[in-house]
């Protein structure tokens, strides 16, 4: 008797197995990237001189390069743990997920440069906004069968109009307005380039011709991570910068974070969380497709925003954290709404109009 094939890219029906499965990993996906990016952001404003964020919340440990890299230490450490070989995959899906973990490096880069200027919740409302419209058009352009319509298109500016209507919130409650802008344009960079690693990523996940392993996947993505990031500090410690005179003191980083242990521990959560995120977000990218996981991970809008609220009211005055500050939550809670909404829409829509495309083919 033939084994039954496991469904991939297929979006799940509502109340059937694949559906709670999705629902599991989408929780641990929601919740990781949540803690990761307030990880991250705490440690970039934590003065050791202090104890705790930074008065002014400014960035007291400026490493974006650095923690672009913890994504794929965090994807490595499943590495040993995962029966793998480098004769255990073909070339051709080695070299796909170099092409996948290029973007994905650069867009890392480009993402924890714009939290030096960010809050959390701008940027993962940007970024969710900005992942389903660039995994979108990215989709339709290099794999050629993703359907565009009216529908499609009204949603996606939805997701556009409430990104514009949280960034237009920032910005003018902003205290330096300029390095506001700088910070959404370096966020909105990072979501094209991260669009088209998702669009790469679920090529390669759903290979037709062998059965990729989510673990390994990870794993290996995370080596070759590792490998490019390595490159890039090892220049960035040549070039001439502000850093210790360098662009990006990688010396001085490691021995800040072995200095002192609270630093070492939001550091050490931060790439913890980046593992778990990855094996989650990957399981859904292969299993559900692309689509269905930016709807689903549309919510960590709602969890990483809802963290920050948390750690400011469990550690109130420690610098870290976001206040709830009335009419400019109310603001973002209708910019974030309205992405939802349209991430929402846009999935229904895209299926929508798959299933009438491959009716017409049957």
């Not at 480009?110 to 030096?116: I, P």
């Not at 900005?130 to 995994?135: D, E, K, M, P, W």
Request: charged share 15%; proline share 4%; glycine share 10%.
């Amino acid at each position: 008797m033939n084994e039954e094939k496991p469904l991939l890219g297929i979006a799940p029906r509502l109340g059937d197995q694949r559906f709670y499965q999705m629902l599991g990993l989408a929780f641990i996906a929601i919740l990781t990237i949540g803690l990761r990016m307030n990880f991250a952001k705490m440690a970039s404003v934590y003065d050791p001189e202090l104890g705790h964020g930074s008065e002014e919340g400014g960035s007291r440990f400026s490493k974006p390069l650095f923690f672009a890299s913890t994504y794929f230490l965090g994807k490595i450490l499943i590495l040993p743990f995962c029966n793998w070989s480098p004769r255990s995959l073909p070339r051709h899906i080695y070299y796909k997920i170099f092409v996948m973990v290029s973007f994905g490096a650069v867009g890392g880069m480009l993402e924890y440069s714009s939290m030096m200027f960010l809050p959390v919740s701008i940027v993962v409302m940007v970024r969710a906004a900005g992942l389903v419209a660039f995994t979108a058009l990215g989709s339709a352009y290099i794999s050629q069968r993703s359907p565009m319509n009216p529908w499609i298109a009204l949603s996606l500016l939805l997701v556009i109009g409430g990104s514009v209507l949280a960034c237009f919130v920032h910005v003018h409650t902003s205290a330096v307005t300029s390095l506001a802008i700088v910070g959404i344009v370096l966020v909105v960079l990072s979501t094209m380039s991260d669009g088209l690693e998702q669009v790469v990523a679920e090529i390669a996940l759903q290979e037709r011709s062998m059965d990729v392993d989510v673990y390994v996947f990870t794993g290996v993505s995370g080596l070759m991570g590792c490998g490019i990031m390595f490159a890039v500090l090892f220049m960035a410690q040549l070039l001439p910068g502000s850093d210790g005179e360098v662009l990006e003191d990688s010396l001085g980083t490691i021995s800040a974070i072995f200095s002192d242990w609270i630093l070492g521990l939001l550091i050490l959560g931060t790439i913890l969380m980046s593992l778990f995120e990855m094996i989650a977000a990957t399981a859904i990218n292969k299993y559900f497709g692309a689509t269905t996981k930016e709807s689903v991970l549309s919510f960590r809008i709602v969890g990483a925003w809802g963290i920050s609220l948390l750690i400011f009211a469990i550690l109130p005055g420690s610098g870290f954290g976001e206040p709830f500050d009335g009419g400019v939550a109310v603001l973002k809670l209708v910019g974030g709404a309205l992405i939802i909404a349209g991430i929402l829409f846009y999935v229904h829509n895209r299926r929508s109009a798959e299933d009438e495309e491959l009716a017409k083919e049957t």
